[in-house]
């Protein structure tokens, strides 16, 4: 076993560093959060950094990375600024499901501009009557003079209104009696067209990250716009699916690792009684606990990273890391707030903002009970849904 980190990971982690401190800081990123939007320039410059295509091949004008390299940047762009790498990892997860279900056409159209942050595409999957329950979707896609006419309600879109192109699960073909998750396709939708309204939310967590209700009304998509097969979208989402767990469990890492660096900080310079607040165990204790957890959850972090770029089954480490990582992402934040006290909850505190922000992970992009569901059927135990 080598626990050495590969020797592009700490150059990257080091230049994600250094972003943040000389191009984007805390007022920087309190001004989006505040506004709910991440300014296309801002997207164009992490294309010019090369962090937009980490993971697409070179052939496409990215970086060739793979995800542990994911797994590195998503958790550095966390630790300062959580809602950024929700939307990052959107970019990820479509470039990938272009490079693995595109056409030669698409994949040489699409994946060039969205790694130069030229073309941004939202992945809108959850509905009002399909969260948890995703197949029960109900938004259709109908084949119309020679394209594709989508119409239904999409809810919790990401990067929606500032997207050029919303990725939908629809359903374009009847699913035989008990199979939902047969007859859905992936369909690109433009997004400035008059069919397409978008409602952005007024969210507590993640507020940057522009996530919307969208209402297709006959909204129009061309004849090409179908990812992969017709009628086998689900499947072709699901290594997507795997790597955004992954993903989402290193947003987790990042808030983690960005409270108690934060919090530590705070108990040395903090005193009370004549000490540091640091000096006294009930301070310390808590402390040790998150950082035991935060190494726990970044190993587990990195084993799925490392099964899915080495082409090993990962579904299950991937379902466990989010599940983990979420949920020490709470317990760490809440345990520090109780730490920072009144300074937490200070607006211009970070550590405001990464508790709400740690409030997103036990049911996004997947509810934590639902990943113990399919952790509980892959011990052997009937399905329990
Ligand atoms: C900030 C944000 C960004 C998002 N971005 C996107 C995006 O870009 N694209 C996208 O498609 N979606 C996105 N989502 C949607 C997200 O994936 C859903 O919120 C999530 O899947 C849960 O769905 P729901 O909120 O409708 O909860 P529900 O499905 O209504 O679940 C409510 C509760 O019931 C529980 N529950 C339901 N069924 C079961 C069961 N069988 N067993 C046990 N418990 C159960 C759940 O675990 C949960 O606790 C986003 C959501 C948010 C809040």
């Not at 009930?282 to 970044?298: C, G, K, Y």
Request: glycine share 10%.
């Amino acid at each position: 076993m080598n626990f050495d980190a590969p020797e592009e990971h700490e150059p990257l982690r080091d230049a994600v560093r250094r972003f943040f401190a000389d191009e984007l800081p805390e007022a920087r990123i309190r001004e989006m959060d505040r506004a709910r939007r991440i300014p296309r320039e801002l997207w164009h410059r992490l294309g010019a950094l090369g962090w937009l295509g980490l993971t697409v091949p070179e052939d496409y004008g990215g970086g060739g990375g793979d995800l542990t390299q994911g797994v590195v940047l998503c958790e550095e762009i966390s630790r300062r600024f959580p809602s950024l790498a929700v939307d990052w990892v959107l970019v990820a997860m479509t470039a990938r499901a272009f490079l693995e279900h595109g056409t030669a056409e698409q994949k040489a159209h699409y994946l060039p501009r969205l790694v130069q942050g030229d073309f941004l595409m939202a992945f809108a999957m959850t509905e009002p009557a399909g969260g948890t329950d995703v197949l029960g979707l109900t938004t259709r896609g109908e084949e119309d003079d020679g394209g594709w006419r989508l119409n239904g309600q999409k809810l919790y879109t990401s990067l929606a209104d500032d997207a050029d192109a919303i990725l939908v699960l629809c359903r374009t073909d009847p699913a035989p009696e008990g199979k939902r998750a047969r007859g859905l396709s992936l369909v690109l939708c433009p997004r400035d067209q008059a069919g397409v309204t978008v409602r952005r939310l007024e969210l507590m967590a993640m507020r940057a990250a522009c996530t919307s209700e969208v209402f297709l009304d006959d909204a129009r998509a061309p004849g090409d716009a179908v990812l992969g097969t017709r009628g086998r979208g689900w499947y072709h989402l699901l290594s997507s699916l795997d790597e955004e767990r992954t993903l989402a469990a290193a947003i987790y890492v990042g808030i983690t690792q960005a409270s108690l660096d934060l919090t530590v900080q705070y108990a040395g310079e903090r005193s009370a009684f004549g000490r540091p607040i640091g000096a006294f165990q009930a301070v310390q204790h808590p402390l040790a606990e998150v950082a035991t957890e935060l190494e726990q959850i970044r190993l587990l972090t990195d084993k799925a990273a490392w099964l899915q770029a080495n082409g090993r089954e990962c579904a299950g480490t991937a379902a466990m890391a989010k599940l983990a990582a979420s949920e020490v992402a709470i317990r760490a934040t809440d345990r520090c707030l109780r730490i920072l006290a009144g300074h937490g909850l200070v607006e211009e505190s970070p550590m405001e903002r990464l508790f709400r922000d740690a409030r997103l992970g036990p049911f996004s992009p997947i509810s934590n009970e639902m990943v113990k569901n399919f952790l509980g059927e892959r011990l052997g135990l009937p399905r329990s849904y």
